[in-house]
């Protein structure tokens, strides 16, 4: 038996998060013109967004702290990176001649037209579980941040 959605009722009005303007949803051409606004704001701000977080990122390498930054007053801000990891395909296919089985190579590194997937979480699991197959794993294995977001609190 189908069931029914209800129906989703539709404001008349809304406030403008910004001014605290009463805007009528009647006037598409108005609600059209501050959509239109929110998304150039929402540009703008993400833009300033990055440029603070550059610089307390800037100021967290300067004073070699890690995740955690405290500052005067009390204020705190914590880091949060979001790394982007890329292989060295050439340094993993020795873990074949240091003995890991083919096969269990051909679960790490995938090979697909062009270029190479390592399997993160196969890697960790050959970097566990043998000493030797670690160091190559580390070897292959780069970090790039690709960005930092920071939250601060009181």
Known sequence: MPTKTPAVKTPTELVHPATGEIVSVADVTE????????????????TFKRQLTGILHDERRRKGVGSTMDLPGGTRVV??????????????A??????????R?????EVVPVSYKVRAVVATQIEK????????????????IVSTSASVSR
Request: charge should be positive; include cysteine; charged fraction near 40%.
């Open 129 to 144: 579980s043998n000493a030797k197959y670690a160091r190559i794993i580390r070897r292959a294995r780069t970090e790039t």
């Open 94 to 103: 020795k873990l074949v001649k240091a003995g890991l089985p083919p096969e």
């Open 31 to 46: 609600v059209a013109r501050l959509l239109d606004e929110c998304r150039a704001l929402e540009y703008k701000l993400a």
């Open 79 to 92: 880091f949060s990176d979001s790394k982007r990891i890329e292989w060295d395909v050439v340094e993993l």
């Open 105 to 109: 190579y051909e679960e790490l590194v």
